[in-house]
């Protein structure tokens, strides 16, 4: 028995149809090259523009030294010396903890009242009725009615503090999801759920603030004015400290405060001798 035969059928695309099967070859091509620019484009911006710094802030930076560990007294002293703002600049604390806080037993949230306040007026809105209402107003809260709400759901956020009274806060959940993440929802952990809420904006008044953890895990905040004395800012750094070492989880074995960085408003920051910071 021979070998089988192969038929070779040449079959042969028409013209038109070889045009269109190029033209969507062009098309396609041309959709990658759009679709990789634009990818790039992307990139870019992620990436960002390189940061420049102006001639000023490196003349500051140039009197820090980077590697240096600061007492209080002299990281006070050069903060002032780097604060050359027209405006009076705040002095921030940036405290790096040892916790993990993904776990909800190793979060630190509370209010605490710096000895020398923080050195500004802040606005605060207050939800409550009656007699509690009046004295709120009284103490110079603005009060907070159910046409606040709708204008909060339109994302008009124009006050640093919010305080309710237990009976409010049914309410107020209808903003919590925009309340929450500017860290403005009241909370009977800092505070600012009160029977008596004329008290609590007495006390914000004076400098109560809240404290609490961030996801690096950071504490964050401010703790004066450049317009403040040393010995202010060093009382009111040292009151911070210690009502976060106060808040130190138990059965937390671990260091629980890793490193402190002092900064100022459009200033650079430094770092603080841990061992000095009691003295």
Known sequence: MGRPKIKIIETAIEPEKAEELEKARFELSEQAEEAVKEEVKKAKKKVGKARVRSERYKKLVSQVDKANKYSLEEAIDLLKKTSDTKFDSTFEVHINLGLDTTKSDQQIRRSINLPHGLGKKISILVFADGKEATEAKKAGAEVGTEKTLETIEKGKLDFDKVVATPAWMPKLARVAKILGPKGLMPNPKTGTVSENPAEIVG?????????????????????????????????????????????????????????????????????????????
Not at 231 to 236: D, I
């Open 203 to 279: 006390k914000l008044g004076a400098g109560m603030m809240e404290i609490r953890t961030e996801k690096m895990p950071i504490v964050h905040t401010s703790f004066g004015k450049a317009s403040f004395k040393e010995a202010e800012l060093k009382e009111n750094l040292q009151s911070l400290v210690k009502e976060i070492e106060g808040a130190k989880p138990t059965g937390f074995k671990k260091e629980l405060i890793r490193s402190i960085y002092l900064s100022s408003t459009m200033g650079p920051s430094l770092k603080l001798d841990l061992s000095a910071i009691n003295q």
